[in-house]
């Protein structure tokens, strides 16, 4: 199994989760009063960071949204700051590999760490100087590798 800039619980304890759970009602206010648009083009260049946006390829963000898709975006930032840690149906024998985005903008470093201590036997991979968006052209290949010596 690979986990690409992952998290078990996604909002940590302490300062960080407080700042992290103000972040996520913020981004539902936007959501709720229109500003998606907004909303997209900050997540995105988060996503991206420290690498420039263009790298990413096209999103959503220049579709309309309904208003059921808005109800769904509402519903994933819930889902988020409610996630308590890994799922109880993970599997524990499974070989785990876990690439960490040594810039993420997106998932704590508390997050990760969490992650990592969920996930003993895990072997880690931190690329240093990427971002949540895992921006790196050889990722594919190091992934491809990794599961052919499984």
Not at 94 to 123: F, P
Not at 134 to 148: G, I, K, V
Request: glycine share 8%; hydrophobic share 45%.
């Amino acid at each position: 199994m690979i986990l690409l800039a992952s998290f078990g619980k996604f909002v940590p304890e302490g300062s960080d989760g407080r700042n992290m759970q103000i972040a996520l009602k913020a981004m539902a206010q936007k959501i709720e009063i229109g500003k998606i648009r907004e909303l997209f083009e900050e997540f995105r260049e988060k996503v991206a960071a420290p690498q420039p946006v263009d790298y990413l390829p096209a999103g959503v963000e220049d579709q309309e949204i309904s208003e059921k898709g808005k109800k769904k975006l509402v519903d994933d930032l819930v889902l988020l700051s409610s996630c308590k840690g890994i799922p109880e149906a993970f599997p524990q024998k499974a070989a785990v590999l876990v690439v960490e985005a040594g810039d993420d903008q997106i998932v704590n470093e508390a997050s990760k760490a969490k992650l990592r201590l969920e996930l003993k036997n895990a072997e880690i991979i931190k690329l240093d100087g990427i971002g949540h968006g895992l921006l790196m052209p050889t990722l594919a290949e190091t992934m491809l590798n990794w599961l052919a010596k499984q």
